[in-house]
């Protein structure tokens, strides 16, 4: 089980490195084989699977998503604990809701994420 104060820091530190823009702090918290599902892909990539394997495509992916939304701000509404896994409530960029799943590794490190939006525009 994910502790709620373990699934605080996550989410209080992956808001933060958002809202820095710091794209290694970013990255910090993905796994290096992370599979990442998203339908804000297609729209960054032009990839309709909306899917992306390992980081260095996770890396592709937000510092093009950044280089678009130059004041990209996230704000944490709430913090979920499951088995081995966190979910974040946020407002994103538009200030529509937003839901991340993060299924964790031993590490910590998110090794799949499943990214929820109110509406992808």
């Known amino acids: 089980m994910v502790s709620k104060q373990e699934a605080?820091?996550?989410?209080?530190?992956?808001?933060?490195?958002w809202n820095s823009h710091d794209i290694e702090?970013?990255?910090?918290?993905?796994?290096?084989?992370?599979e990442y599902y998203s339908p804000m892909i297609e729209r960054i990539t032009g990839d309709s699977s909306g899917r992306l394997?390992?980081?260095?495509?996770?890396?592709?992916?937000?510092?093009?998503?950044?280089?678009?939304f130059p004041t990209l701000q996230f704000r944490l509404l709430h913090t979920f604990t499951g088995v081995e896994s966190v979910?974040?409530?946020?407002?994103?960029?538009?200030?529509?809701?937003a839901a991340e799943v993060f299924e964790l590794s031993a590490a910590?490190?998110?090794?799949?994420?499943?990214c929820h939006y109110d509406e992808v525009r």
């Open 8 to 17: 605080k820091r996550f989410a209080t530190e992956w808001i933060d490195a």
């Open 25 to 34: 702090a970013i990255l910090s918290h993905y796994d290096d084989e992370v």
């Open 53 to 68: 394997q390992g980081k260095p495509a996770v890396r592709t992916y937000i510092t093009e998503g950044l280089r678009r």
């Open 87 to 97: 979910t974040l409530h946020y407002l994103n960029a538009d200030d529509r809701r």
């Open 108 to 114: 910590g490190k998110a090794c799949r994420v499943l």
